[in-house]
Each structure stands twice: as structure tokens, then as C-alpha cells.
């Protein structure tokens, strides 16, 4: 299992966090929040790192998902879990049939179309407050419950969202390494090239797009459960353009750089709150320093940077080794 | 029949001709060749055959049935395959990479099975594996399989496009100027995987520039001149036509000597 190697390392390390650091803040809340960012980014780098897309409006599937199963379960006395489904199946929906058309559209175009995409869900979120509370949101959401296990502490909440997280990982590495995979980053390398080949290229660019956006759906729905309260400010514009920093944070088209992305910028601004008035300012100033330095982005750029010291230090030690490497 | 039928083939830009009344015929087997000076629509007709270009008239019959308004990728899923004159590589993989990406259209493995690893799924890819290793060697590429593809020089990238056309196993290759850019060596073990992918069945139609290469390798030869069929014929047949060698030394020469 020498592919997935980089997988169990990573489940390990999310399973030991709360064995090694128990009833830690950082951990059950801050955790739960970088599990969501997560899914979010990896779903999103599918479409944007792997298959050369763009999407500025991300963060409306999640508010779809959330705002699904916020009304459905308040308003209708549904259960969360039927909720849920009909959350991903309106998604679904939604997302193949505006994919059509807004993906023929390349670069600025794209970008301009899935930011207005976004920006028209969060308006009528905003405003049909009969159904979504308006601004003020909606509360009393229900916990959620799995075959009776009630999901109702930090420590399991982080539990759920840890599994989730995993499993949107161990789809997307799956993904990339097929068939499919190869399709999506064909698209991006030469589309039409791709073409030639055989690849329906309009059909591979809406199939990523609806993944991912069934993906946002889907924790939308979970956040909505976790938190229960939600208002249009956690599905805005800004929060659309933090899922892409992600991404590109972190290093395009890599699943695991994606992750390392969301950790950090879910992190940053906790740990910079001890600079008080000056947080964003530094905040700002260690995001310009790492597309600068690390145009590669940061997981990727430390993987390549860690792996050519390795060998510039093995090739110190035994250079006719490291010379019949090469 | 005919692999390949074009008739009363027309392309025109904004009211400018590229291709007008062009008609041939390319059988099964062999090497076909286009050539023609610059500008006479030679890749205009390939990016026609391949569904790039949609013709604004005439008809292009591919084993019997109609090519004109397929999609690129239904048109490759008739078993036509091609190379480019400026190099359209997926810089983003490996050069196995790139090759398993000409398997596309033999395999069938979708975004969800790939998504949830179904047993097929990993069969398949040792299946894809072996077909595009099997390419790389062909075109002698084998040994850099696992180097990134942006790390190659210009000659090498130029085999891998047709080692990624040869993993789709199709009955047609097109190949789009092969030899532009690559020196005489280069240009000499072209000619040697030409012949070795004509001689395995496959029917080549190649445009080129490179007079040498395209009269020791072809069978048939079409010459091409401002949009229109010049004369066709074998290698032999060409290198005597007088009009082909009017429209290469030039219109005036033959004037003038007359």
C-alpha cells in the first residue's frame, strides 16, 4: 500500500491529537473547524488544482447544504439525516445545471460567472427571511444523531468530522490516481489535447464541479448540525475566496497540500491573536510572503525544498552513492 | 473502399478560402502524405479531420460514416488519432502520464468508481500501465517514463505526443509535421518509427515539411497549394510533376521560362 502511505500517516496523526493533547481547545473546537476546511479545499482543489478551473463561489454549495438542512429540520421537522440527503440531491441539481453553461467559460470569465453565482445565493439568503432568518440567521438547529450514538460533545464532533475528513482525502488521492485523474489534469494541461484523445472535456470539467460542490454540500450540512446556528455570513464572498486561498496556500493540485493549506489558515489567525490590533497586518504579510517565496504553494514548496536538502546533505556524505543515484 | 474520403472539402476565415474543392482518398494501410509551401492549409485540413475545425462545406467520410460535426473526442473515439505541429504536451505529469492518457478511449473507469477505488479499477490501471509502456517503447521513450514531461528536451517531447496518439491503438494517425524542429539524427530515427507504425497495421497521414523524410517513407503523396489539390501521386510521380515543381521553385521561374 505503498500509494497510500502519506494516507495512514495522516489518519494517525488525527487520531493521536486527542490521545496526546486531551481536552484541548485547539483540538476538539479549532479541529472540528479545520476538518470542515478541509473537505472544502481538497473538494476544491479537485476542480480548481487538479482539473485548471476556477470557482469564486464555492462557499454557496456549503451554504446550500447548511441552509437545506437548517429549514428542513426547524421549520419541517425533518430528520437531520433525510435533511441532509435532499440538501445533496437540490445541490446535485443546481450544480449539474448551472455547470453547462458557466463552465464554457475560461479564466477571468469563469471566475467572474462563479463569483456572481455565489454572491446571488448569499442575497437570497440574506433576504428571503421568512424561510433563512435573514441576516439574523436561523438557530436552534438539532444535534445530530448516528444509529442512536447522540454526536453531542466537542470530543465527538471531532470524531465525525476526523472520519469525514479522511474519507474526502482517501477520494480525492483514489481520484487522481485513475483514469478520471488523469482526465481532469489532462484538461488542465492541454485541453485540447485532450479532446484528441478521447476526453469529453465539457462533461470531465462539470463532473468535478458537481463532486465538489456535493462535497460542500454535504459538510454544510454538518456544520449547520455542529453549530446550530447558521447565518448568511458563513456562506459569503470572503469565505468563498478563503476556501481558494486554501488551495493555493497550500499548493495546487495536491490533495495533501490543499489539507495543509486549510490547517494553516484555519491556525494563523488563532495563534496571531496575541498581536492583537496588529493580527491582520501580519496576517496579511505572512500570506504575500509565502506566494513569494513558495509560489508552489507551502506543502509543496517545504516537501521539495525538505527533499533536495536531504539529498544535498546525503551527497556531502557519500557523493559516488548519491552520484549513481542520478 | 476508402479509410478516409474527403470531397468537395471547403474552409474558408471571414470570407478567405484556407481549403476550397479539395477531394482525395486515403486507403487502408500505408503512408499518406500532404505537403504543400506555407499556407496552403495543410494543418487547416488536419485540425478539419480531427474536429477542431468544422469544414463550412463538403463532406469527410472516416470507414463509411460521416465525420462532419463530430466532436474532437467523438471523432477519436472513431479510432483517429493525432500529433501536433506545435507540441500540445500535458506538462503537468510524467511522460508515462501523459501515454496513459491516450488509453482513455480503451478504458471505461468513471469519476465515482474511481472515487471509491472499485476491484476493476486497479486491474485497469496494470492494464494502462502496459499499454503506454508498451508505446514508450516502441517510440524508444521507455527509459524516461517516470520524468516529469516539462523536463525534456523539444526532440523527446515530440516522441512522446506519438507514443500518447499510438495508446489509443487507433486505425488512423495523424501526424502534424513530425520532423519540424528536430536535427538529422532526430529527424532519421522519425523516419525509422514511421515506418515500424506503418508497418503495424496502422494508416499514417502525415503533413511535413521535410521533403527527404516525406519521399523515402510515403506511398502516396498529395500536394497541396492554396487551399486546392495541386496533384497527388506516388513519391516518384510527384518529384517529376511539373507543377509541383513550378509552385516550389516558384511561379515566375516556370513563367519566365516559357
Same mark, same amino acid.
Given at each position: 500500500m505503498k500509494r497510500l502511505r502519506g494516507f495512514f500517516a495522516f489518519a494517525v496523526l488525527v487520531a493521536l491529537m486527542p490521545v496526546l493533547f486531551p481536552d484541548n481547545y485547539f483540538v476538539t473546537v479549532v479541529g472540528v473547524t479545520i476538518g470542515f476546511n478541509i473537505v472544502l479545499a481538497v473538494a476544491l482543489n479537485l476542480f480548481i488544482g487538479y482539473a485548471g478551473q476556477i470557482s469564486l463561489g464555492h462557499a454557496a454549495f456549503f451554504g446550500m447544504g447548511a441552509y437545506a438542512s437548517a429549514i428542513l429540520t426547524t421549520r419541517y421537522g425533518w430528520?437531520?439525516?433525510?435533511?441532509?440527503?435532499?440538501?445533496?440531491?437540490?445541490?446535485?441539481?443546481?450544480?449539474?445545471?448551472?455547470?453547462?453553461? +458557466?463552465?464554457? &467559460?475560461?479564466g477571468h470569465?469563469? %471566475?467572474?460567472? @462563479?463569483?456572481?453565482?455565489?454572491?446571488? $445565493?448569499?442575497?437570497?439568503?440574506?433576504?428571503?427571511?421568512?424561510?433563512?432568518?435573514?441576516?439574523?440567521?436561523?438557530?436552534? +438547529?438539532?444535534? &445530530?444523531?448516528?444509529?442512536?450514538? %447522540?454526536?453531542? @460533545?466537542?470530543?465527538?464532533?471531532?470524531? $465525525?468530522?476526523?472520519?469525514?475528513?479522511?474519507?474526502t482525502v482517501l477520494l480525492s488521492l483514489n481520484i487522481i490516481d485513475s483514469r478520471a485523474g488523469r482526465a481532469l489534469r489532462a484538461v488542465h494541461g492541454s485541453d485540447i489535447a485532450a479532446q484528441t484523445m478521447g476526453i469529453d472535456t465539457a462533461r470531465t470539467?462539470?463532473?468535478?464541479?458537481?463532486?465538489?460542490?456535493?462535497?460542500?454540500?454535504?459538510?454544510?450540512?454538518?456544520?449547520?448540525?455542529?453549530?446550530?446556528?447558521?447565518?448568511p455570513v458563513s456562506f459569503d464572498f470572503f469565505v468563498s475566496i478563503e476556501i481558494v486561498t486554501m488551495v493555493v496556500l497550500g499548493g495546487m493540485a495536491s490533495t495533501f497540500g490543499a489539507a495543509f493549506g486549510a490547517i494553516v489558515l484555519t491556525l494563523l489567525p488563532q495563534v496571531l491573536v496575541v498581536f492583537e490590533d496588529y493580527e491582520v497586518l501580519i496576517f496579511g504579510t505572512i500570506l504575500m510572503s509565502i506566494m513569494i517565496f513558495l509560489p508552489q504553494g507551502l506543502f509543496v514548496g517545504l516537501i521539495?525544498?525538505?527533499?533536495?536538502?536531504?539529498?544535498?546533505?546525503?551527497?556531502?556524505?557519500?557523493?559516488?552513492?548519491?552520484?549513481?543515484?542520478? | 473502399m476508402a479509410l478516409l474520403e474527403v470531397r468537395e472539402l471547403e474552409k474558408s476565415f471571414g470570407g478567405?478560402?484556407?481549403?476550397?474543392?479539395?477531394?482525395?482518398?486515403?486507403?487502408?494501410?500505408?503512408?499518406?502524405?500532404?505537403?504543400?509551401?506555407?499556407?496552403?492549409?495543410k494543418t487547416t485540413l488536419f485540425?478539419?479531420?480531427?474536429g477542431v475545425y468544422v469544414p463550412t462545406d463538403g463532406a469527410i467520410e472516416f470507414d463509411g460514416g460521416s465525420l462532419v460535426g463530430l466532436a474532437p473526442h467523438r471523432i477519436a473515439g472513431?479510432?483517429?488519432?493525432?500529433?501536433?505541429?506545435?507540441?500540445?504536451?500535458?506538462?503537468?505529469m510524467t511522460v508515462l502520464e501523459n501515454v496513459m492518457v491516450g488509453c482513455h478511449l480503451r478504458t471505461r473507469t468513471g469519476l465515482y468508481r474511481a472515487a471509491l477505488r472499485l476491484p476493476g479499477v486497479v486491474r485497469e490501471e496494470h492494464q494502462v500501465r502496459d499499454w503506454a509502456l508498451e508505446a514508450l517503447t516502441l517510440c524508444g521513450l521507455e527509459h524516461i517514463a517516470d520524468r516529469p514531461a516539462d523536463a525534456l528536451p523539444y526532440g523527446e517531447l515530440k516522441r512522446v505526443e506519438i507514443a500518447r496518439a499510438?495508446?489509443?491503438?487507433?486505425?488512423?494517425?495523424?501526424?502534424?509535421?513530425?520532423?519540424?524542429?528536430?536535427?538529422?539524427?532526430?529527424?532519421?530515427?522519425?523516419?525509422?518509427?514511421?515506418?515500424?507504425i506503418g508497418e503495424s497495421g496502422i494508416t499514417v497521414l502525415l503533413v511535413e515539411h521535410n521533403m527527404g523524410l516525406v519521399m523515402e517513407i510515403s506511398d502516396t503523396v498529395l500536394v497541396l497549394d492554396y487551399g486546392s489539390r495541386l496533384a497527388e501521386g506516388t513519391t516518384t510521380e510527384i518529384q517529376n510533376d511539373p507543377k509541383v515543381i513550378a509552385a516550389y521553385l516558384g511561379g515566375e521561374v516556370q513563367y519566365a521560362v516559357q
Open positions: 430528520n437531520p439525516w433525510p435533511a441532509m440527503g435532499a440538501g445533496l440531491v437540490a445541490v446535485y441539481i443546481i450544480a449539474t445545471l448551472i455547470s453547462r453553461p +458557466i463552465l464554457k &467559460l475560461k470569465y469563469l %471566475a467572474m460567472a @462563479t463569483l456572481g453565482f455565489g454572491i446571488i $445565493v448569499n442575497i437570497i439568503m440574506v433576504q428571503t427571511v421568512d424561510w433563512t432568518g435573514g441576516p439574523d440567521g436561523m438557530s436552534g +438547529i438539532p444535534g &445530530l444523531e448516528i444509529f442512536g450514538w %447522540a454526536v453531542d @460533545t466537542d470530543l465527538r464532533w471531532y470524531a $465525525v468530522i476526523s472520519v469525514v475528513m479522511l474519507l470539467k462539470s463532473q468535478i464541479f458537481v463532486l465538489s460542490a456535493c462535497l460542500a454540500s454535504f459538510v454544510g450540512s454538518l456544520f449547520a448540525h455542529q453549530q446550530n446556528f447558521i447565518s521539495n525544498g525538505g527533499t533536495s536538502l536531504l539529498r544535498r546533505l546525503r551527497h556531502r556524505e557519500t557523493p559516488a552513492q548519491a552520484g549513481a543515484e542520478n | 478567405v478560402a484556407a481549403i476550397a474543392d479539395l477531394s482525395f482518398a486515403v486507403e487502408e494501410g500505408g503512408i499518406y502524405a500532404v505537403i504543400g509551401p506555407n499556407g496552403a492549409g485540425n478539419m479531420l480531427s472513431q479510432g483517429i488519432s493525432r500529433t501536433f505541429q506545435n507540441l500540445q504536451i500535458f506538462f503537468n499510438l495508446a489509443a491503438n487507433p486505425r488512423l494517425l495523424l501526424m502534424d509535421e513530425p520532423a519540424a524542429g528536430l536535427n538529422d539524427t532526430e529527424t532519421v530515427e522519425l523516419r525509422e518509427l514511421i515506418r515500424r
